[in-house]
């Protein structure tokens, strides 16, 4: 009988009662393969791997992390709920040391959804890995996490949600953003003034194969985990860098996952994107179950699968290394690039337009961080959204300092006064407050 060398927790929730539509891709069919293929190997039978059903998570562990307008209840399904709680059940039966890591196959997806949610963004109404991670620093002592995104598009969501968060290091390894949705993430975009280097992007060319991440994951990503030293590694284990993925054009496959998953070492992994629902995610899901597990996963190999007609050529092979280097460069430069981003006190405005693909929402926005030498710095986003509304949002971060906190309330006050805003939010992590004020 197959023993486990890891003891490895497994949440599946598959989402029945939510779609975009019968035919989309993002649908329950993509976890509902992948429990067939688990049971049918018998991975619930082996000793050491240990499956545990989703919490619900609330109204207050959503605001945590996001301002969602006009309120939760609007851009969220009780699927959205249950899907975050799937993640945060693994992570507290890891912290709890139940289990040494786990994985959330769960849906809906999370990563593109951002701090200030008006509706959906590629598939995305709440960041799951977000969630979870917020809730682990409120209930166990948990302060540096590092979360590597190994979805083929750029997890743009989580990377607005931590761009001045230093504790919080993200890693994501994508797609060319010239080439596939969101069309960011760039190796330039490095986290806000008093974060730089903590957001990490490294966009690959199309045609990357198992050789090309594999690389990147022991040439960029390793070295940077273990100059950062997290207290936990998340893994947002995307899956539609896969060959055989309709949305994507990458060449990884179920072996390669596996392998990624032996050298980074999740303690938590929580699905994201793969649509590939028969060829590639019971295989990749199963590779990745046993390479957390500490169990051979040799003979997991996709029926179709051919090394030569996956290897990658030269001219990718070349451009994969400069990337790589590019970003290691930057990291090594990130003390300085956070001294020279402006002085103490200062206030730095980042403009942007964001478009809600799932909801057809065009949003403007205007974030204003003060530049602080002692905490994260507190950030006012004033967002408007069409359909939708205006509203102006103020984060104070976990660890702000009295004139970080002083200027985030004064800033609510000052707004919740102004006809052109319809809401006003304050989100002061520090002392777990969340107030709302509605015109």
Not at 166 to 177: A, C, N
Request: charged share 25%; with cysteine.
């Amino acid at each position: 009988m197959l023993k486990a060398k890891n003891r490895t927790g497994l949440v599946f929730f598959p989402a029945f009662d939510w779609a975009i539509d019968p035919t989309h891709p993002e649908r329950e069919e993509r976890l509902l393969y992948t429990q067939d293929q688990v049971t049918e190997e018998g991975v619930f039978d082996i000793d050491g791997i240990e499956e545990y059903k989703p919490d619900l998570i609330t109204i207050d562990d959503i605001r945590r992390v996001h301002f969602c307008v006009p309120d939760e209840e609007s851009v969220t399904t009780q699927s959205h709920l249950i899907g975050a709680g799937g993640a945060t059940a693994i992570a507290r039966a890891v912290m709890k040391k139940e289990i040494k890591n786990g994985f959330a196959l769960v849906r809906p997806p999370g990563h593109h959804a951002m701090r200030v949610v008006h509706g959906g963004r590629g598939f995305c109404h709440i960041n799951m890995e977000a969630v979870m991670v917020e809730y682990l620093r409120d209930n166990f002592d948990v302060k540096k996490v590092a979360i590597v995104d190994t979805d083929c598009h750029h997890g743009d969501g989580t990377n607005d949600i931590y761009w001045h968060d230093p504790d919080t290091l993200f890693i994501s390894m994508h797609q060319d953003g010239r080439t596939l949705y969101p069309g960011s993430g760039f190796p330039e975009e490095l986290g806000g003034p008093n974060a730089k280097g903590s957001n990490i992007n490294i966009p690959l060319p199309p045609g990357t194969s198992t050789e090309g991440y594999l690389y990147v994951v022991r040439n960029t990503v390793l070295p940077i985990l273990e100059e950062f030293k997290p207290d936990l590694i998340i893994n947002s284990a995307g899956q539609d860098n896969h060959y055989t993925d309709p949305l994507t054009n990458m060449k990884f496959s179920a072996q390669g996952y596996s392998e990624l998953t032996t050298l980074l070492k999740p303690d938590i992994a929580v699905l994201e994107g793969g649509y590939s629902i028969e060829g590639a995610l019971p295989y990749v899901n199963l590779g990745i179950i046993l390479a957390m597990a500490g169990i051979d996963y040799s003979r997991v190999v996709e029926p179709d699968y051919d090394p030569e007609k996956l290897k990658q050529s030269d001219f990718v092979t070349e451009k994969i290394k400069k990337v790589s280097d590019l970003v290691n460069r930057y990291f090594a430069q990130r003390q300085e690039l956070r001294e020279k981003a402006g002085k103490h006190g200062q206030l730095q405005e980042r403009h942007r337009e964001i478009f809600y693909d799932t909801d057809n929402i065009f949003e403007r926005q205007k974030e204003r961080v003060r530049i602080c030498r002692e905490c994260s710095g507190t950030v006012v986003i004033d967002s408007s959204a069409s359909p939708g509304l205006h509203v102006l949002a103020v984060h104070i971060p976990r660890n702000a300092c009295k004139d970080c906190i002083e200027i985030g309330y004064q800033a609510f006050e000052t707004a919740a006064g102004k006809e052109k805003f319809k809401k006003v939010f304050l989100q002061d992590r520090s002392k777990g407050i969340y107030k709302v004020k509605s015109r």
